[in-house]
């Protein structure tokens, strides 16, 4: 890839020169080169360098050392919209990055331009684990950038969309064909940019977009598990007073059993947001308490030892339960 | 309940003993509560005398070459047999196994797999979740499950799975004399069973234990070790023979006894059970025998420990598997206290035979297959 520079554009080309994309052009600001009287603008007005400098050596560096990471592409055109946004005023603005490590040179390369422009600016480039930002405050950054291609997932996205303040962006960027198919009805709601083998997705955060993004993040999704575990764990609460109170009927048990081997599986999905790490082991000692019921009270025999086990089961189980939720 | 056709194929070629283990019994008792068929398909390494025990039970014998080791061999087994397979028991959470379980499932996605892990914390924390070969085995699994509630909880944080906790237990019928065993058979014997002097089983900090409780015992205890013994453990036991030699006589090595009804004598007659594994893949099968036949437990801190003793109910724990003071200690407490080892007789056994039954086992397996089978049918 080749990076063509002028007055005005900055412009990248393919190695066989047939296609181009305008990466950036110079913002019409009147006296752009003393376009600002922030701290760090005396210092580059001490090393008699430009922003527009910088940004061109920044964007010049990234295509030196990513030459051959595939999302060299990538990385630059992300450099347009970061620039407008890191330019919208003279505050510090922090940015995270989500993706592979392969992309320090990058990273570093956006940091540089980053201090240059605002010294307290940040730019935090966080472990790659879907669930990373649900621990982050909502509508906090300015920025967020995304490798698609580094296992994202749709609400993974959809919470990084939730982290994003007013006005800021988010861009998640592929140099894959196409995105995976879940993808596929969330990037509609982008403007999409592409470049060779290369395309970047780039939302605004706005109320709209927020509401329509919710239902997918982690948050929605801890509620409705939330009130569908409630659900299930009052119905088995009353199958296992039951039981206990001498009312056996073989298919409570086994529906008692469903019930939990449903709350099983809807703890492990919730496992990162619990409180009580131990609640999917015992929503499964309960339904092993039960089975052990089931079998107990169909033979007719020595069902006292079972029915102390349930009792117990239950009594650490829904006692976590209210503890948690 | 649907009858099953069940196939078990260990990840390695059987032995003789291993047909009275686990790996074996737990499909055996499933076969006998809702099974049509069980076959047990390995290659044939030595004689399977052992299968006389297990009435009903066909060995399927791999064609095994130089060219074709054991897994490749089942896989094809598999290949040509999967529509006779209904239920297939896996042992253990081997990388050999990938290829095997993708190939049924493939072929049978109707078909139930059961994978008994056979792990310790150890084992579980190498092993290679992040190989998509390793990880798509386990999710190719329908019901999973491991012997200790400590390892549970921990293969549940870290495979975020529903791990079921299903013990090694005892199959009743092979003990006929476990019934009518009396607190009255009992003497002072201290047993373990085991590869004597394997680095596992710590077989030295029990006999050097016993040493020091010797020194405080108001009465006679013997120590019967039962099992091969390792030439190291020899040169130990030699050793401490010249050492102690008014001790000496009342230290067994009996070697291994493949005789059942001699090995349960000794279980009938030994009051204590000890164990000093440094680990146990899952947990022990000799521990089940023995608390089946009403011996107090005393371990060490292995992965069942808790589940072995209900919370030291039922026997003693000693945390640190090396510490011989703190063993020593341990187990002349027990010996001295020969009210708590008659009450705890009855209390062992039936704690067994309320959770440590394959029977009963069998049956909660049987309810599992029977709901997945059902939640399959309805996806």
């Known amino acids: 890839m080749n990076i063509i520079i002028n007055d005005t554009n900055i412009t990248l080309q393919t190695d066989d020169g047939t296609s181009s994309h305008i990466l950036l052009t110079k913002p019409d600001i009147a006296d752009y080169g003393n376009v600002t009287t922030r701290p760090l603008v005396k210092s580059y007005h001490l090393v008699r360098e430009t922003i527009w400098e910088r940004f061109c050596e920044c964007v010049q560096e990234i295509n030196e050392h990513c030459r051959h990471d595939i999302h060299c592409g990538c990385y630059l055109m992300t450099f347009g919209p970061l620039y407008t946004a890191l330019l919208s005023n003279s505050q510090a603005k922090n940015i995270l990055y989500y993706g592979k490590k392969e992309a320090s040179s990058f990273l570093s390369s956006l940091q540089d331009f980053m201090t240059f422009l605002q010294a307290d600016s940040s730019l935090v480039s966080l472990p790659l684990h879907p669930l990373v930002f649900s621990g982050l405050a909502n509508g906090s950054w300015h920025a967020i950038v995304m490798d698609l291609d580094a296992g994202c997932n749709i609400r993974t996205v959809c919470d990084a969309i939730t982290k994003v303040r007013k006005g800021g962006i988010l861009l998640l960027y592929t140099a894959l064909d196409a995105p995976a198919d879940d993808m596929a009805g969330l990037l509609h709601h982008a403007v999409k940019t592409a470049f060779s083998s290369c395309t970047l997705y780039t939302f605004t955060m706005e109320p709209s977009l927020c509401e329509l993004l919710y239902p997918y993040s982690a948050e929605a999704l801890v509620l409705t598990y939330t009130e569908e575990l409630l659900t299930h764990a009052a119905k088995v609460n009353s199958l296992t007073q039951n039981i206990l109170q001498g009312e056996y009927l073989p298919e409570d048990c086994r529906y008692a059993m469903e019930l939990l081997t449903t709350a099983e599986k809807d703890l492990l999905a919730l496992y990162d947001y619990l409180e009580d790490p131990c609640l999917p082991v015992y929503a499964n000692t309960l339904k092993e308490a039960l089975m052990d019921c089931c079998i107990g009270l169909s033979d007719g025999t020595e069902t006292q030892v079972y029915l102390d086990k349930l009792r117990l089961a239950a009594q650490i189980f829904f006692t976590a339960i209210e503890s948690e939720f | 309940m649907k009858k099953y056709n069940i196939c078990v194929i260990p ?351 069998a049956r909660r397996l049987g309810l599992l297959i029977e709901y997945t089978a059902t939640e399959k049918e309805t996806l």
């Open chain 2, 11 to 361: 990840a390695y070629p059987l032995e003789n003993v291993q047909l009275l283990k686990d790996r074996v019994l737990v499909p055996y008792a499933c076969y006998r509560h809702f099974g049509e068929s069980l076959t047990i398909v390995t290659q044939a390494v030595e004689e399977y005398p052992y299968l006389t025990y297990l009435e009903g039970a066909q060995l399927h014998s791999l064609p095994c070459s130089e060219s074709l080791s054991h897994m490749e061999a089942a896989i094809a087994y598999v290949s040509d047999h999967y529509k006779e397979i209904d239920l297939l028991c896996l042992f253990g959470a081997r990388l050999e196994y990938t290829q095997l379980a993708l190939q049924y499932k493939a072929l049978r996605p109707e078909g139930i797999l059961y994978l008994k892990l056979d792990i310790n914390s150890g084992w579980a924390n190498a092993l290679p979740l992040d190989h998509e070969p390793y990880a798509a085995f386990l999710d190719s699994c329908d019901i999973i499950s491991c012997e200790a509630r400590r390892l549970q909880q921990l293969l549940c944080q870290k495979w975020r799975k529903i791990i079921e906790y299903i013990p090694n237990g005892i199959y009743y019928p092979f003990y006929p004399t476990i019934e009518n065993t009396t607190y009255g058979d009992k003497e002072n014997l201290i047993l373990t069973v085991g590869r004597i002097g394997s680095v596992q089983k710590n077989s030295h900090v029990l006999l050097y234990a016993y040493a020091l409780a010797y020194l405080h015992f108001t009465t006679p205890w013997d120590l019967v070790m039962i099992g091969s013994v390792t030439p190291e453990f020899q040169e130990i036991y030699d050793v401490f023979c010249r050492e102690f030699p008014a001790i000496a006589p009342h230290v067994h090595l009996t070697g291994s006894i493949t005789d059942k009804t001699q090995l349960h004598t000794y279980y009938r007659r030994a009051k204590i059970f000890a164990l000093t594994s440094q680990m146990e893949g899952g947990s022990p099968n000799v521990y089940a025998e023995a608390a089946g036949f009403g011996c107090t437990i005393l371990t060490t801190d292995i992965d069942c420990a808790q589940d072995m003793t209900d919370q030291e109910r039922l026997g003693r724990i000693v945390k640190d598997p090396d510490d011989i003071h703190a063993y020593a200690q341990a187990l002349s407490a027990l010996c001295a206290d020969q009210v708590y080892l008659e009450h705890n007789f009855t209390a062992v056994r039936d704690y067994i035979r309320h959770y440590f039954d394959y029977d009963h086992i």
